[in-house]
């Protein structure tokens, strides 16, 4: 069973355009984290966010945790090629602070 | 400044074969886990350890072991491939909690043919 939905799975768009990427779920995280991943490479953190509705900004990616903790989305502003890899989303749960649940993933593409 | 080591890069084996795949970190990190990436079904924990000696399973255990001897290691053993264990394999270390964040390793892309 997937905890951690993302859409949309994939996403092309032509640069300068901006995009918005879900993760939900119908459980509750104490804590959700996004990371973004390129080919032949681990994923790398991007942001932690912990309070219900919380807002983080990293440069043209915002981020946002829901008031109820249970789904979190990421938008960015005039998307760049240098944007494009796999968008994971992934929450730990209270008491299992430590063991990370991933998203099934989102692929941006960013065309030039 | 090493973070998260994981060899072989890629693999071959054939149904049955049995091999080790190698972990290492030099964070100090109490925390490590091995996940299975495949096509639409982002990153799912095979086991997880949160010290020296301590191990755990996560969401597909099956047909695969580990051992935490050291701070440091954290090996993942396939028994007996099958072609179902084709899958690019990810080691990530973490302090204790989470919300740091875990650094992962390159990953091992595995095909058992």
């Known amino acids: 069973t997937q905890l951690l939905e993302q859409s949309p799975q994939f996403l092309s768009i032509q640069e300068g355009e901006n995009l918005t990427v879900y993760c939900n779920s119908s459980?509750?995280?104490?804590?959700l984290q996004w990371y973004r991943q390129e080919p032949g490479e681990g994923p790398v953190l991007l942001v932690t966010?912990?309070?219900?509705?919380e807002v983080k900004k990293l440069k043209r990616l915002t981020f946002q945790f829901g008031d109820a903790r249970k789904d979190s989305s990421l938008h960015i502003t005039a998307a760049q090629p240098g944007d494009t890899g796999l968008y994971l989303c992934a929450g730990a749960r209270r008491g299992a602070t430590n063991k990370l649940i991933f998203g099934t993933g989102t692929l941006l593409a960013v065309q030039p | 400044n090493a973070g998260v080591t994981q060899t072989p890069k890629f693999q071959v084996l054939k149904t049955g074969q049995s091999m080790t795949l190698q972990c290492a970190q030099d964070?100090?990190?109490?925390?490590m886990s091995w996940y299975r990436q495949d096509p639409g079904m982002g990153l799912r924990l095979i086991h997880y350890?949160?010290?020296?000696?301590?191990?755990d399973q996560g969401e597909v255990p099956n047909g695969y072991n580990v051992s935490r001897s050291t701070t440091e290691d954290f090996p993942l053993r396939l028994l007996s491939a099958a072609p179902s264990q084709t899958s690019v394999y990810f080691c990530?270390?973490?302090?204790?909690?989470?919300?740091?964040?875990?650094?992962f390793g390159s990953g091992t892309r595995l095909t058992v043919v």
């Open positions: 350890s949160v010290g020296a000696g301590i191990t």
């Open positions: 459980s509750v995280f104490s804590s």
């Open positions: 964070m100090n990190h109490e925390y």
């Open positions: 990530a270390s973490s302090k204790r909690d989470s919300l740091y964040g875990y650094t």
């Open positions: 966010v912990v309070t219900g509705g």
